[in-house]
């Protein structure tokens, strides 16, 4: 079975910290994603990355930035966390060829005090 | 940009009731995903459909993919309480990618 990681399932942190978000998968997918999961809005796509050191922005990325070193591994970097980040984060993988199904991880809920 | 479209946001039904949930996309999609997200749980997918006027069965679950494919459904007869959770649908993001540009879900609550 596909499996995807989050590093923590509950955040806190406070307004202007750095915060850093952990995902890993262990299907060798090339594609992964960072989205947003706020109430009334659905899921919103924050970055992507289509292989290692490769990123593209999705629809929501200001505030955020993202680190792909390993092809495993997936980052989600908030720079200086403001309360109106305060959210449920997924992580998801794709394989490259066939479906194009999308594994999701646990999620992160973050809030920002 | 592409947008998806889904109705209703919410759906409260008696247990053995029906449910409907809608999907309409602003441009012709090559295919439609299903995703269903159980509370506290993480968005899991259902199923993808990519024929014009295609119409796939699982158990209770009927999903319909449009003529113009611009458009799908989710029906669930008979609901039951496990039933619970919000079903999104989800198009291609862009031409070659494997971006999703999801809906913002249906909501549904299964009073027993």
Redesign the interface.
Known sequence: DVKVTQSSRYLVKRTGEKVFLECVQDMDHE?M?WYRQDP????R?IY?S?DVKMKEK??IPEGYSVSREKKERFSLILESASTNQTSMY?CAS?W?SG?????????TRLTVL | GQQVMQIPQYQHVQEGEDFTTYCNSSTTLSNIQWYKQRPGGHPVFLIQLVKSGEVKKQKRLTFQFGEAKKNSSLHITATQTTDVGTYFCAGPGGAGSYQLTFGKGTKLSVIP
């Open positions: 594609n994603f009334g809005l659905g899921l796509l992507f289509y999705g629809d997924l794709i490259t479906y194009n199904e999308q594994f999701f991880g646990p999620g």
